[in-house]
């Protein structure tokens, strides 16, 4: 796929693809998701991006930031229903 398609320049993709480098921004993620047919939303939290409106919850709100904080020490148990109370659709893990 040509960089331009993704308004980035060929050097930067070439880092991408070769894991080396900064992710790519939310628009960047977002057009790649359309190019590739793919579910944005998944490869934004591949690329570990989080929704403004998560950050504004948590400055706003210390319980939400405190269960932020506290989610990845939860076990695996505990986390099944976190996603189940949440309605998140578990998918496959990607290698």
Do not use: C, H, W
């Amino acid at each position: 796929m040509p960089a331009a398609d993704l308004g980035i320049d060929f050097t930067y993709l070439s880092k991408l693809e070769n894991d080396r480098g900064e992710p790519p921004g939310e628009r960047t993620v977002r057009r790649l998701a359309e190019i590739l047919k793919d579910d944005s939303e998944e490869l934004l939290a591949l690329a570990g991006k989080i929704p403004p409106e998560l950050r504004e919850r948590a400055s706003e709100d210390t319980d939400f930031a405190m269960l932020l904080r506290t989610l990845p020490k939860l076990p695996d148990e505990q986390m099944e229903k976190v996603y189940r109370a949440a309605g998140v659709q578990r998918r496959k893990r990607r290698p």
